[in-house]
């Protein structure tokens, strides 16, 4: 599990739900930071993982309470 605290956005902030295999990213202004995450994806985590964004703290806050 990998939970950051700072919900100021960008692509340090994401939550890895590892049981889903997912990754959510909270972005504040998705565009054009979205663009980065293929390549994150690609080095960070297993080819089976997908990416999840949103731009709502609020539901990135209840994913947070999954992990």
Known sequence: MTRK???SGGLS????????????FYLHNPYPDCLEIPAIMKQRF????????TSD???FKKYGEKA
């Open 5 to 7: 605290n700072n919900y």
């Open 57 to 59: 703290l609020d539901e």
């Open 13 to 24: 902030n994401y939550i890895v739900l590892k049981e889903e295999k997912e990754v959510i």
């Open 46 to 53: 297993p080819d089976d993982y997908k990416s999840i964004v």
